[in-house]
């Protein structure tokens, strides 16, 4: 198994240690670096500014959220940084949910795996390059059908120097993690847990089962995002990944749409869910994140003393994901790599 720094998105400001990270990740012998954005930091200039100063890992977005941009303005993206590290881009794409979409980017949410099929679509249409770019689509038409009344087809002006840049997809549910398999390089998720491994097992077989699927398991990348705290002391390990799933269980989306919530009701949390999302509404964020399972933690974290975390790594190694995605500074890179024998 491959190890990768998630560098993420930013809080208040950018994350402390960020350059160093990922220049640690380099000499550790990491294989990616990936950034993140929600409605603060955007990803694409931090994995271009941080990633300026690497010369072998991957740089991936993950993810890129697709109602920020459209599927052109991604895809010039994507060909520019593909460009400017050598080949070394992985476009990462996610929908997100419909607070994020509809209250900050101001689009439309629903039918998210229909728009994620054209928005692919489209982004590959003009890296082929092969014609000025036309789309009649359900979710986005070009030209646009209306307006001044003259726009017409148009081609990149820049070659991409790889027609077939990797397509990530960011998914949680087994519909879009089947949509990974069949038109996708490869699938980002965020809360991977090794006892939900025969699930999404068979949500990937029935992408890849799909007449015309892009890939098959053998040439697709599974890089799954885990929190690694390395801590002599599980409970206060276990403490610092806490408040980051209370908010994704108990705040990011709303009570009755909240695809991360329901990631952890698979895994058999349901009560403890429902009261996690009860205090994170309420307002009580304190309580929401002391009312975190440790065990729930370590279902989804690396956490504790490096022998137990080595212990638990053979878990990730035996399931689907191919590259363990994980935060830290340095010290805790470093600790990692040392952890799992790299």
């Known amino acids: 198994m491959e190890l990768g720094l998630h560098v993420g998105y930013w809080s208040a400001g950018p994350p402390p240690q960020a350059a160093d990270a990922v220049t640690a990740a380099e000499r550790l012998g990491f294989e990616s670096v990936w950034t993140a954005e929600a409605y603060g930091s955007d990803c694409l200039t931090p994995l271009a500014w941080w990633g300026s100063a690497t010369e072998r890992v991957l740089l991936g977005t993950n993810i890129l959220q697709m109602a920020a941009r459209t599927p052109t303005a991604a895809a010039m993206a994507a060909l520019t940084l593909d460009h400017l590290s050598g080949g070394r881009f992985v476009l990462g794409l996610g929908a997100s949910g ?19 099929r054209e928005y692919v679509d489209i982004v590959r249409k ?13 979710f986005y038409t070009l030209p646009y059908p209306g307006g001044a009344g003259l726009g017409k087809p148009l081609k990149s002006t820049v070659h991409p120097l790889r027609a077939d840049i990797p397509i990530h997809l960011a998914a949680e549910g087994p519909k879009n993690v089947a949509l ?49 705290v390395v801590d002599d002391d599980v409970e206060r390990a ?54 975190v399972p440790t065990a729930l933690v370590e279902d989804v974290a690396l956490v ?9 790594f053979t878990r990730w190694e035996d399931t689907v994901v191919d590259t363990l995605i994980a935060s830290g500074g340095p010290s805790e890179l ?7 024998g790299r």
């Open 98 to 116: 419909p607070q994020v979409v509809e209250g900050w980017y101001g689009t439309a949410y629903p039918r998210p795996l229909a728009r994620t």
């Open 126 to 138: 003009v890296w082929a390059r092969e014609e000025p770019v036309t789309y009649d689509g359900e």
């Open 180 to 228: 990974a398999a069949e038109i996708a390089d490869g699938w980002l998720p965020l809360f991977f847990s090794p006892k939900a491994d025969a699930f999404y097992r068979e949500a990937l077989a029935e992408g890849f089962a799909r007449p015309g699927a892009r890939r098959t398991r053998a040439d697709f990348r599974i890089s799954a995002t885990v929190p690694v």
């Open 238 to 291: 276990a403490d610092r990944v806490r408040p980051k799933l209370a908010l994704y269980i108990g705040g990011m989306g709303a009570k009755e749409a909240n695809f991360h919530n329901q990631v952890f009701v698979r895994l058999g949390y349901a009560d403890a869910c429902a009261r996690i999302q009860e205090l994170y509404l309420d307002g009580r964020r304190e309580e929401a994140v002391a009312a």
């Open 304 to 312: 504790g003393p490096a022998g137990k975390i080595r212990e638990e």
């Open 334 to 340: 470093q600790a990692l790599a040392r952890a799992v």
